[in-house]
């Protein structure tokens, strides 16, 4: 590194620090001694750290500070020592103390508790003082030579101080101890270098129109900057990694041509099962896999209600249950949205094709592939002519705008669709498949109840944070939802 052109691209804040450097190790030290402010010092020990001059290293410490009514105690004496003054000469009542003092009845009561501990008083009508409570009175009390050396590091308080900190916290605003980062600076090689060397101050940091017109700039130097120092990091605001993705997942719906579905999170067993066609006693409608809320809630309207009713005794061959239809959930999928808006669609507005992406909730245990509160993007497409290429091509081109550059699928089974699919990515970096999602085209048990008739309707389903999962580099599901701001900030954007 060349010294002189390093030395010529110093800011004048970081040639003013310089010279003391190699005397003083604290940053606290260089505020005392170089007159410079400490928002000033911290920049240019940053910028001379950026320049491998110096190398900074930071731990926490404590402070004892001396706070409002401390400052005031040492002008005025502490309470108790007033207190003194007052009856040196004549016993007096607690009433004339206080005329006479000006004391607040908390300092008045934290005077007496503090004489007596001494054995500075003698209580009575009148108060009087006692001989050990004149010599008190003619000399510095301890709490008064305490406050007098602060502000100090905790860590360097002998016994004594440590009895007096411990007494004067219990007081109002005399002192407090606030905790601090202690920065230690050291030389680099190339800063002892620097430091030995003479530097210039005839440097030029700014051109004006003076300098131009007077032609002073004709015998000084301008100061280099080094566009290819190290700089720290900027970290600018954004959304939360997940609405990122979200959003853009969003976007590639709305592009595809798809309508928005949304609709609440607590829901009637009716709108998150029946009318999906799942039977009444089916495990998935337990407590331990769903969460349930106090209450019941509205049905709809009979003629409807009727229809799901009869599919179900029809096909599951049991007695269905207007009173376990009425029971609140936490949506435990955005299916539910499906099925709300396959209800209220008309004829006229065919062909469509909606999707949703929302929040859900199951009774899971939490761990690094399950969580409780999940993330789900939702699709159907109604449309008299449609069928399952149309369903493949639909989730292909989601899943590679999506960042997937391969996408297969393969048979599976789901409870209310068949035929039924699962979707498949590659991964370069596992060199492997992973399933994401389920999809297939709804049963007729699920569309002629809600419809009043059979019509093919595409219908998929997968969470989206494993779809997100691989571009952040998150392994741990939980990840989603830590409360880490280095994180946040670290956290690579959705492009």
């Not at 297969?408 to 060199?431: D, G, M």
């Not at 498949?433 to 997968?462: H, N, Y």
Request: proline residues 4%; positive net charge.
């Amino acid at each position: 590194m060349d010294l002189n052109n390093l030395a010529n691209s110093l800011h004048p804040l970081e040639r003013k620090i310089l010279p003391f450097l190699g005397k003083y190790k604290k940053q606290r030290d260089l505020e005392e001694k170089s007159g410079l402010q400490e928002i000033e010092i911290s920049r240019a020990l940053q910028w001379l750290e950026n320049k491998q001059v110096i190398k900074v290293s930071k731990n926490s410490i404590e402070i004892v500070e001396i706070g409002n009514n401390g400052e005031k105690y040492l002008k005025t004496g502490l309470p108790e020592k007033q207190f003194l003054k007052v009856i040196e000469n004549k016993p007096l009542s607690l009433q004339e103390i206080k005329v006479k003092t000006g004391l607040s009845d908390q300092e008045l009561s934290i005077s007496l508790g503090a004489l007596k501990s001494k054995s500075a008083i003698i209580l009575d009508k009148q108060i009087k003082i006692t001989e050990t409570g004149k010599k008190l009175l003619n000399s510095l009390f301890p709490e008064e030579v305490f406050l007098r050396k602060l502000p100090i590091d905790k860590e360097k308080l002998n016994n004594e101080d440590k009895r007096c900190l411990e007494l004067l916290l219990k007081r109002k605003e005399i002192v407090y101890v606030l905790a601090k980062k202690d920065v230690n600076i050291e030389l680099t090689d190339i800063g002892k270098k620097l430091a030995g060397m003479k530097i210039s101050e005839n440097l030029i940091d700014n051109v004006t129109t003076d300098l131009i017109k007077n032609q002073e700039w004709k015998n000084k130097t301008f100061r280099r900057y080094d566009v290819e120092v190290s700089v720290p990091k900027i970290y600018p605001g954004k959304r939360h990694f997940i609405n990122e993705a979200k959003n853009y997942a969003r976007k590639v719906w709305l592009d595809m041509g798809f309508k928005e579905m949304t609709g609440p999170i607590i829901n009637t067993s009716f709108w998150n099962f029946d009318s999906l066609f799942v039977p009444q006693d089916h495990p998935a409608r337990e407590m331990q896999d769903t969460f349930f809320i106090k209450g019941d809630g509205k049905l709809p309207e009979k003629d409807f209600l009727e229809k799901v009713k009869k599919q179900h005794e029809s096909s599951w061959k049991y007695k269905w249950s207007e009173l376990e239809a009425k029971k609140l959930v936490l949506r435990t999928h955005t299916t539910v949205l499906s099925a709300r808006t396959l209800a209220r669609l008309k004829k006229e507005e065919l062909p469509t094709k909606y999707f949703a992406i929302g929040r859900n909730y199951r009774n899971e245990t939490l761990d690094w592939s399950h969580l409780f509160e999940f993330n789900q993007s939702e699709g159907i497409v109604i449309d008299e002519n449609a069928n399952l290429r149309h369903l493949l091509g639909y989730l292909k081109e989601f899943f590679t705008k999506m960042g997937y550059e391969k996408v297969r699928f393969r048979p599976a089974y789901f409870p209310y669709t068949e035929p039924s699919v699962e979707i498949e990515v590659f991964l370069k970096e596992k060199n492997a498949w992973i399933e994401l999602g389920g999809a297939g085209m709804f049963r007729p048990e699920v569309v002629k109840p809600l419809m009043g008739r059979d019509i093919p309707v595409l219908a998929w389903g997968f969470g989206l944070g494993r779809v997100v999962c691989p571009y952040f580099g998150i392994k741990d599901l939980r990840d989603f939802y830590k409360n880490d701001l280095k994180q946040l900030k670290e956290m690579k954007v959705w492009i």
